[in-house]
């Protein structure tokens, strides 16, 4: 990223002698250097096991990194495409930062000011990650952009209160008009802030009943399911979950004895996560003739983890 910003900055400079792009390409290394230094404070260990942790690494992302992996995308498992992470930030992203960020973008392309394109490219660098097969969940690889493109709805924003320099507050009002968009997000979402989708798709309603994209693929909510079955009985009951996916976040309770999900379970509980219908197909089918939904997680209306109780049976007369 570095080296990059120093091509953009030396195509940028005109009329400038050779000796004046050697002064500033030190500058440039020391910024580099200085990085790499404090990487190696902050976590020392990969430097002293350098051999070790290659050999790892190649193991992790390129030995074992064939194909892309599957994922539900636009109603369909599939092998996650080459434009991924701008779908995806596209989809996931508040559309009025979206919109900023693009006004941010406008007005950088006016200023051509090296810091301004800076920003930029330091949002767009990250994304060249699409060209690795590895591509899942959501942004999270990409994590970085968000820093750079908070910068781009604030040039973005900044941009707006001058086109509306004449009224008065205007500033002060759209941020607070913005302060309580983001806040009915946030409500409507806490605390599974990973599942948020913005109205570009329809929002979360939509993709739930539509099934357009996969939900909950960390387990979220499934902690909050177990522990409303664990507080809803006085005695030791069994829970199915759906394989180790959600077993692995279970809270570990001693009143709940958690089992696998087979077609012939006699748990007192099922656990169905979204992720683990519209993912790994999970047979929900299979529970209406024995159990009924007694609660739901839910994130923005919508049910992220189902909870089935079995019904009780009459006797036979």
Known sequence: LIGTLFLTWMLMQKNKSLNFFKLHLKYFLIIGLSSIAVFFILWPMPFFNLSETMAVQK???VDAVKLPPPEMFFGRVMLVPFPYYFLMFTITTPLLLLILAMLGVLKIDRTRSFVAVAILIWFLFPFLQSFYAFKQHGVRYIIEIYAPFAL?????????????????????ISLLFIVIYLGIILIKISPYYLDYFNEVVGGNRNIYEKKLFQMGWWGQGIGEATYFVSKSENKTVTMAVDGPQP?????K??????????KDTDADYVLVPYFNVVRLWF??????ENYSVVHSVVIDGVPLVKIYKRMLRLPDF
């Open 59 to 61: 193991t992790m992302w």
């Open 152 to 172: 781009l709805c604030g040039i973005g924003l900044s941009y707006l209160a001058n086109w509306f320099r004449s009224v008065r507050f205007f500033p002060y």
């Open 247 to 251: 077993e692995g976040v279970v809270p």
């Open 253 to 262: 309770l001693k009143n709940i004895k958690v089992v696998y999900y087979h």
């Open 283 to 288: 047979p929900e089918h299979e529970l209406q």
